[in-house]
């Protein structure tokens, strides 16, 4: 025994050791290669383009171009880094970036349905499968994921995300560094991930994309940073900043967010570059009056490199001069520098001209979407058991104007996945799935945005002729995403009305809410007796969804974010403050005279075909001292009679402190698997860490009595509670 221990630790510094003498070899070339850069070179290394500029491949050859984005495809890459390897003087390797999202030609459903499996495995899972394709097509770096905190469905970013809980999206951060970046950057099959968009982007007010944010300390550090801090310590390699000011400053300027937290309080050594040409638009933010300047101010704010608009180049002269430090320039060439050798770049600047064709859309890759597909699929009404649908069913309808458009199962940011990738639309996986003798009728019943009556005349005579009709609607692929803010949050075009003919014919309806971000779907919620979120689930849509809705798989999602009633609720979210008047019967409390205060469906919801039942909650003692755990758990029986997957949540309250805290903070999940009529107790460890929050600026832990749940969703669960020891406040 003794023997292994000493192996084992000789193993561990043998391994430090031959880091360190990593670290140190590439720290050489990197001062060696600065030795002989002209100031044209270095900032050509903080200056990154798209394939747009027409004189790009003379700039390249120039050594004035550090990264290339969004121009994948073996032969793009490789001829660009032709130029740069062997015609530029120093023969820097290219950095080719590109949006991998969800997926790169095998496209997997979007961040916030993945976030929906509350199942970080399936994350890492999507991003690896994207970061062996993406590297087949000679990208290098991918611009994700996309960690920002969106409390606000009328953003159309927050489909990129993971949802509206910073406990929830750090462990999702992590997933996706971990999937994308692998054990080692410069391995065959990994990919350098970039968190983005640092921070509180998603806090843009009124939910228009771009527009400033304004937030308390207190906000920022519990809320929005989490994921990012989460990001650094699963070693992210790049981070991305927001397009957003945060209180005035733009995130692309800001020296506090990022030499001060992201640099000196968490120690992030990797490159950081602007978004899309967010250096020049510090002009329209108000902060500097010309291109030069947006530069100066960007670079020694900390941005390495500069995203599209060549700002950074225009400062040649100011840095030969002395005008602006070479220091400051020198810092953010070695960042960018240091990564391309922690990449390989040097050694392996090319990809293997035959990698896609061997790579993409492998059987094992479309079985992982599919999988992770099922996983995000959220249950949220199942009246009288309708769903599962039974195979033999004599006539079935389906309505809709995704049934049969793959590229609609892509949603937004499908990196090279194409619509014809989608070979089982809805309509053909579901047809795969029933029985021969069922006869599967299609009414499309209104395009996505408009249609004519007669349209919706046939889709409500063909669900006359139906047994049972599932309609699939929302909002388009492209609804959501960047840029796409909206005001209203009902289904788009004429569906809604579509929907609600459909139903008056009497038949049962199951609705398939096809959607990036949460709609407000208010009268479906109660005149329609099955409603499963179906987001936009990727490549393998239609088999997954053919699979849930017909009982091959048992749904397990949960929202990872709230479903308002209306967009009068927003902002709407679980875990908000308290008031002095919370809601009650009187008229003078917080509520609206025209809408509960309730949304449609909490954050963490989602049913199963099983019931499970929590019971018998177990504080493990009544007090925590200052340094140490209880444990919390419950017994969760599965009653029904089918095996199934139920996600337990674990919430925490601090009713008095000195500041008004959250309702109830998630602080742990976990996913069970449940035979039929199989119970198990789910345990949880809650130690001091757990209950701190920011005052003052510093991280606090008061002493007192909390409350703890542990249940299904963020509205329920069994309650107890304990008391943290520690000196009186
Ligand atoms: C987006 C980023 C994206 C970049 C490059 C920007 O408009 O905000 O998220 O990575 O474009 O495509």
């Not at 309080?265 to 933010?285: K, T």
């Not at 099922?374 to 309808?397: D, M, W, Y």
Request: glycine share 10%; hydrophobic share 45%; with cysteine.
């Amino acid at each position: 025994m003794k023997t292994a221990k000493w192996f084992f630790c000789a193993s561990l510094l043998t391994v430090a050791s031959h880091l360190g003498a990593q670290t140190a070899t590439i720290e050489a070339k990197v001062d060696a290669l600065l030795e002989k850069m002209t100031v044209e070179e270095k900032l050509g290394q903080l200056t990154q383009f798209t394939a747009a500029p027409t004189d790009l491949k003379e700039q390249i050859a120039q050594g004035r171009v550090g990264s290339v984005f969004n121009f994948g495809g073996s032969v793009n890459t490789n001829e660009l880094q032709r130029i740069a390897v062997e015609k530029s003087r120093l023969g820097i390797p290219l950095l080719f970036g590109h949006d991998v999202i969800h997926g790169y030609r095998t496209i997997f459903p979007n961040p916030l349905a993945i976030a929906a499996t509350w199942d970080p495995g399936s994350a890492e899972r999507s991003a690896r499968i994207a970061a062996i394709e993406a590297r087949a097509a000679g990208i290098r770096w991918t611009f994700a994921p996309m960690i920002d905190i969106a409390r606000d469905p009328r953003w159309g970013r927050i489909a990129e995300g993971a949802g509206e809980d910073p406990f929830l999206g750090s462990a999702f951060a992590r997933a996706y560094v971990r999937g994308f970046q692998g054990s080692d950057l410069s391995a065959g099959d990994s990919l350098m991930a970039c968190a983005k968009h640092y921070v509180a982007y998603g806090a843009s007010e009124a939910g228009r994309d771009y527009n400033t944010t304004d937030l308390s300390e207190r906000t920022l550090r519990e809320i929005y940073l989490p994921p990012f801090k989460a990001a650094v310590e699963a070693n992210v390699g790049s981070m991305m900043t927001g397009f957003n000011a945060l209180n005035g400053i733009p995130a692309t300027a800001n020296p506090w967010l990022v030499e001060g937290i992201l640099r000196k309080e968490w120690g992030f050594d990797g490159f950081i570059v602007s978004d899309y040409q967010a250096v020049e638009q510090l002009i329209p933010h108000g902060v500097a009056a010309t291109k030069e300047e947006a530069a100066r101010k960007a670079l020694s704010s900390g941005i390495d490199m500069n995203m599209v608009d060549g700002a950074y180049a225009l400062l040649a002269d100011d840095v030969r001069a002395g005008r602006f430090p070479v220091a400051v320039v020198d810092r953010a060439v070695r960042r960018v520098l240091r990564a391309k050798f922690q990449l390989g770049l040097f050694d392996v600047p090319y990809v293997e001209a035959d990698g896609e064709d061997r790579l993409f859309l492998l059987p094992e890759h479309r079985a992982a979407a599919r999988e992770v597909a099922e996983k995000s699929v959220v249950l949220l009404r199942n009246e009288g058991g309708l769903l599962p649908l039974s195979k033999e069913i004599a006539t079935i309808a389906l309505i809709g104007p995704f049934i049969e458009d793959g590229g609609e199962m892509l949603g937004s940011w499908h990196a090279a996945g194409r619509p014809e990738d989608v070979t089982t639309t809805i309509a053909r996986a579901i047809r795969d799935e029933v029985s021969p003798e069922t006869t599967v009728l299609l009414a499309q019943g209104t395009g996505l945005l408009e249609g004519p009556d007669s349209e919706i005349e046939r889709a409500v005579a063909t669900a006359r002729l139906a047994d049972v009709v599932v309609a699939f609607l929302g909002e388009g692929g492209k609804m959501s995403g960047e840029a796409r803010s909206r005001v209203s949050l009902a289904m788009q075009g004429r569906q809604e009305e579509l929907l609600k003919a459909v139903v008056a014919t009497g038949k049962p309806v199951v609705l398939v809410v096809k959607s990036g971000r949460p709609l407000a779907i208010e009268w479906a919620a109660e005149n329609v007796p099955a409603i499963v979120y179906g987001w936009f689930l990727g490549t393998e849509a239609g088999p997954a969804l053919a699979n849930v809705l017909f009982g091959d798989v048992n749904p397990s999602g949960k929202l990872p974010v709230t479903i308002p009633r209306s967009v009068g609720q927003i902002p709407i979210y679980y875990n908000h403050l308290r008031t002095g008047r919370p809601a009650t019967e009187n008229q003078y409390t917080s509520k609206y005279i025209d809408s509960p205060n309730e949304p449609l469906w909490p954050f963490g919801y989602g049913l199963s075909y099983t019931q499970f039942a929590y019971s018998d909650l177990a504080v493990s003692s009544p007090t925590i001292e200052p340094d140490g755990s209880i444990t919390v758990s419950a017994l969760l029986a599965n009653r029904g009679d089918v095996q199934g997957e139920e996600v337990v949540q674990l919430y925490l309250a601090d009713p008095v402190a000195s500041v008004s805290r959250p309702v109830r903070e998630l602080k742990g999940f976990k996913r069970v698997a449940l035979a039929a009529g199989e119970s198990r107790r789910v345990e949880f460890t809650i130690t001091p860490d757990m209950l701190r929050f920011w005052n003052e600026g510093s991280w606090v832990v008061e002493p007192g009595q909390f409350l703890v749940w542990v249940g299904p969703d963020s509205q329920k669960g069994l309650e107890g509670t304990f008391e943290l020891r520690g000196p009186a406040r």
